[in-house]
T-cell receptor, first 117, second 113 residues
Framework: GAVVSQHPSRVICKSGTSVKIECRSL??????MFWYRQFPKQSLMLMAT?????????EQGVEKDKFLINHASLTLSTLTVTSAHPEDSSFYIC?????????????FGPGTRLTVT | GDSVTQMEGPVTLSEEAFLTINCTYT??????LFWYVQYPGEGLQLLLK?????DKGSNKGFEATYRKETTSFHLEKGSVQVSDSAVYFC????????????FGKGTKLSVIP
């Protein structure tokens, strides 16, 4: 149980276009999901916390107009990178808290590799 | 604020060697501590956790003990395998209503036959 999927696993887009990444909880309802960004050989940086039915809470320094997060249902959160630029190229990982599990534990998706050319 | 410091890698070991990856933390209150593993090209998987002082988390031959007096949560395995090659992240959640995880920078482990 507590499986999180992401789609797509890899995406290449041209500079100036927008890209949407989906994060789904497959076998549980996730009231809270998290979006992370990971640079090569570095740790995960929390970008935002997403609660179902409300606006996401962004970490300091993360542009909310550039990284649009929508958590419209209990099983789906989306991250849209708007007007992408090469510096947005990164590995994006989502995670979710699962009801009934240890409240401070998160289950992670497999990640999405974004390359902006 | 909360922080996690773990030994920098990369670490290269021969198969069946003993593994220790050091992790120390700074946090207010009584955090929960985690070790996550990331295999190449994949997301993170929870390896083990400990929720209070002196707890020992264990899984797949890996162990870590929550040491409040030394604010440490070192990861150990008695005999590593090639399949253990991955990046290991130490993390904490400080609790008190915050569900955020604070991660260390990760330690890359390579096990050679």
């Amino acid at each position: 149980g507590a499986v999180v999927s992401q789609h797509p696993s890899r995406v290449i887009c041209k500079s100036g276009t927008s890209v949407k990444i989906e994060c789904r909880s497959l076998d549980f309802q996730a009231t809270t999901m998290f979006w992370y960004r990971q640079f090569p050989k570095q740790s995960l940086m929390l970008m935002a916390t997403s609660n179902e039915g409300s606006k996401a809470t962004y970490e300091q320094g993360v542009e909310k107009d550039k990284f649009l997060i929508n958590h419209a249902s209990l099983t789906l959160s989306t991250l849209t990178v708007t007007s992408a630029h090469p510096e947005d190229s990164s590995f994006y990982i989502c995670s979710a808290r699962a009801p009934g599990h240890f409240i401070y534990e998160q289950y992670f998706g497999p990640g999405t590799r974004l390359t902006v050319t | 604020g909360d922080s996690v410091t773990q030994m920098e890698g990369p670490v290269t070991l021969s198969e069946e060697a003993f593994l220790t990856i050091n992790c120390t933390y700074t946090a207010t209150g009584y955090p929960s501590l985690f070790w996550y593993v990331q295999y190449p090209g994949e997301g993170l998987q929870l390896l083990l956790k400990a929720t209070k002082a002196d707890d020992k988390g264990s899984n797949k031959g890996f162990e870590a003990t929550y040491r409040k007096e030394t604010t440490s949560f070192h990861l150990e395995k008695g005999s590593v395998q090639v399949s253990d090659s991955a990046v290991y992240f130490c993390a904490l959640s400080s609790g008190a209503g915050s569900y955020q995880l604070t991660f260390g920078k990760g330690t890359k482990l390579s096990v050679i036959p």
